[in-house]
């Protein structure tokens, strides 16, 4: 079966080609990074706008990259939510419109499931069932997955999600959006333990998370150390103290999540860990995990950098998946931008009810 996914829940137009028999055989990307860097943040409106732009192109070069005449196609994948409803319409009108002028099924798959199997897409796969760490922008998740489809969800953040502390620390440093990767950047020159943020709430039993008092935590030293500058007659932080505040920011972050997964791995019995989303392309926390999964004898699963964060790869993959399953959406275009995952099932036959 050869599948046709699109992502365009956020600031990425991403449009792939996957084959159950012959793997992905094409992957685009286009990131509206520089579209949005003057904002300081995503602005819905302009990200729906540039998708627009640019899905057909997109569809285009990954259909001639992958040697695929639209009448070799047996589905089309988009992403039909969680997500920004103006950006996610764009997606799943091109979508839903191309499978209904092909004559081929259409699936609208659930963004963070797509995250989720991201891993499946490389040679080390993981077998089920595996504890799953999903960590992106707008989710901090640990969920338990039996099987595809199949998600108990064990805790999430009761505020901000990992990215987002990652990026709101990072406008506080100065740093120009998307704010995670320049900060993880800036903390590989720091000192560690030069200065100390909280591991919040590790102290007490439980899996969920919160990251919006290790922001305020940052953004209290950054205040104090920008006094000290200038009673220094400095303008700004130096350099060093600028990436040693970014290094105790992410060590606390990384520290936070790897005390977590450990518990969950624990309470669930399970040898196996995904970690996937974008804050997954952080290598402190890939290196982390890592060591931690090496030490209890279990094995930790990512999927390459570039399919860390959104991407049309994984949506792709998710949707040959449920397709296979002889899974369908409806005629119509519909989105849902917010999603819990939890109300997916296993992948069977029959019409979604979006
Ligand atoms: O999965 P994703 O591309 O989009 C969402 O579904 O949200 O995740 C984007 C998030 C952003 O918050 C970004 O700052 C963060 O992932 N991120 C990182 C890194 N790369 C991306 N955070 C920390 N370290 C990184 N290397
Ligand atoms: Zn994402």
């Given at each position: 079966?050869?599948?046709?996914?699109?992502?365009?829940?956020c600031d990425e137009t991403g449009v792939a080609v996957y084959d159950t028999e012959a793997g992905l055989l094409s992957h685009t990307l286009y990131s509206q990074v520089k579209l949005h860097a003057d904002y300081g943040g995503v602005v819905p409106e302009l990200a729906?706008?540039?998708?627009?732009?640019?899905?057909?192109?997109?569809?285009?070069?990954?259909?001639?990259?992958?040697?695929?005449?639209?009448?070799?196609?047996?589905?089309i994948a988009y992403t039909a939510g969680p997500g920004l409803i103006g950006a996610l319409l764009v997606g799943a009108s091109v979508g839903r419109s191309l499978a209904f002028g092909w004559n081929?099924?259409?699936?609208?798959?659930?963004?963070?499931?797509?995250?989720?199997?991201?891993?499946?897409?490389?040679?080390?796969?993981?077998?089920?069932?595996?504890?799953?760490?999903?960590?992106?922008?707008?989710?901090?998740?640990?969920?338990?997955?039996?099987?595809?489809g199949k998600y108990i969800l064990l805790g999430e953040s009761v505020d901000d999600a990992a990215g987002e502390a990652f990026d709101k620390t990072a406008k506080l440093l100065?740093?120009?959006?998307?704010?995670?990767?320049?900060?993880?950047?800036?903390?590989?020159?720091?000192?560690?333990?030069?200065?100390?943020?909280?591991?919040?709430m590790t102290a007490k039993p439980g899996l969920d998370f919160s990251f919006s008092g290790l922001k305020t935590a940052a953004a209290t030293t950054i205040a104090e150390q920008q006094a000290l500058a200038i009673a220094a007659g400095l303008d700004?932080?130096?350099?060093?103290?600028?990436?040693?505040?970014?290094?105790?920011?992410?060590?606390?972050?990384?520290?936070?999540?790897?005390?977590?997964?450990?518990?969950?791995?624990?309470?669930?019995?399970?040898?196996?860990?995904?970690?996937?989303?974008?804050?997954?392309?952080?290598?402190?926390?890939?290196?982390?995990?890592?060591?931690?999964?090496?030490?209890?004898?279990?094995?930790?699963?990512?999927?390459?950098?570039?399919?860390?964060t959104d991407n049309g790869a994984m949506i792709a993959f998710a949707g040959a998946y449920r397709l296979a399953a002889g899974e369908r959406a409806k005629e119509n275009i519909s989105v849902r931008p917010r999603w819990p995952?939890?109300?997916l099932a296993e992948p069977g036959v029959g019409l979604l009810p979006y």
């Open positions: 079966m050869r599948v046709l996914g699109i992502e365009t829940s729906s706008r540039d998708h627009v732009r640019k899905i057909l192109p997109l569809i285009q070069q990954a259909l001639d990259e992958a040697n695929t005449k639209p009448e070799q196609l047996d589905g081929i099924p259409a699936i609208g798959v659930h963004h963070m499931e797509g995250h989720l199997l991201a891993p499946m897409l490389e040679e080390n796969s993981p077998e089920l069932p595996f504890l799953a760490l999903l960590v992106s922008g707008g989710h901090t998740q640990l969920v338990q997955v039996d099987a595809v100065g740093l120009d959006y998307p704010g995670g990767p320049r900060l993880a950047a800036l903390a590989g020159q720091g000192k560690a333990k030069r200065f100390t943020f909280p591991r919040p700004v932080i130096e350099q060093q103290t600028q990436a040693d505040i970014a290094r105790a920011f992410q060590d606390a972050v990384v520290d936070t999540l790897v005390i977590k997964c450990q518990r969950a791995l624990k309470q669930t019995g399970l040898k196996r860990l995904v970690v996937a989303g974008g804050v997954s392309a952080n290598i402190r926390l890939r290196e982390a995990l890592a060591a931690t999964m090496k030490q209890q004898g279990g094995e930790v699963f990512y999927p390459r950098p570039e399919f860390c995952m939890t109300e």
